[in-house]
């Protein structure tokens, strides 16, 4: 089956690190995404990982893989305030023809 | 410069009045998407094209329909908008069915 989750919200103070979880089921994922979506607009592409690496880094976020639980994780240090958005966490499916499955989204709120 | 546009981004229409939403790429891609998206939920894939070949999702409603005239253009039609389709509409292009999914800005539709 194809389900993604995130648990919904999270708060963090500016200069805190931040890391929001996310859990898929299906074994086949080839690529998975982390998306930030700013209020009123489209999804724009932070990062993503291939299902055969555990570990990318990238400027301030880093993302963790643990295939074995079907886990990943979005680590943003240092967190800004312009960090506050939602964040979702996507995989796409091999025996699909790549579609692109999303998990509910984490609102991450940034207090000064 | 965006590279994927939506047109409009608000659209407003009264229930049952057919709406048309159009996304234009400049990316040359030759997979285009159209997305639901519904308050705090994820992104719900509709439909999408390779190439010419149109794809629906299996649960997609009758009531949307999509027409790709050339690979720039993708228009989504709603013949008879409801309440329950009040929701924002967000396109994206990729290269090829696993390639990164670029996305426009969205366009809120409201049903009254």
């Known amino acids: 089956g194809e389900d993604v989750e995130q648990s919904l919200f999270l708060s963090v103070r500016e200069g805190d690190s931040s890391v929001i979880n996310c859990t898929y089921t299906?074994?086949?994922?080839?690529?998975l995404y982390w998306y930030k979506q700013e209020p009123g607009a489209g999804l724009q592409l932070l990062t993503y990982?291939?299902?055969?690496?555990d570990m990318k880094q990238d400027q301030r976020l880093t993302v963790l893989l643990n295939k074995k639980d079907k886990h990943l994780s979005l680590r943003i240090a240092d967190t800004q305030t312009g960090d506050s958005a939602i964040y979702f966490c996507?995989?796409?499916?091999?025996?699909?023809?790549?579609?692109?499955?999303f998990g509910q989204g984490t609102e991450l709120s940034v207090k000064p | 410069d965006a590279m994927v546009i939506q047109n409009p981004r608000y659209q407003v229409t009264q229930f049952g009045k057919p709406v048309t939403l159009s996304c234009s790429q400049t990316?040359?891609?030759?997979?285009m998407y159209w997305y639901q998206q519904k308050s705090s939920q994820a992104p719900k894939l509709l439909f999408h094209?390779?190439?010419?070949?149109?794809?629906n999702e299996a649960d997609t409603p009758d009531n949307f329909q999509s027409r790709r005239p050339n690979t720039s253009f993708c228009f989504l039609d709603i013949r008879s908008p409801g309440l329950g389709d009040a929701a924002m509409y967000l396109c994206?292009?990729?290269?090829?069915?696993?390639?990164?999914?670029?996305f426009g800005e969205g366009s809120r539709l409201t049903v009254l």
């Open positions: 994206a292009t990729s290269r090829g069915a696993l390639g990164e999914l670029f």
């Open positions: 299906d074994s086949s994922s080839t690529y």
């Open positions: 990982i291939f299902s055969n690496m």
């Open positions: 996507a995989e796409t499916l091999r025996n699909q023809g790549g579609k692109l499955i």
């Open positions: 990316l040359n891609h030759n997979v």
């Open positions: 094209y390779y190439d010419k070949d149109f794809n």
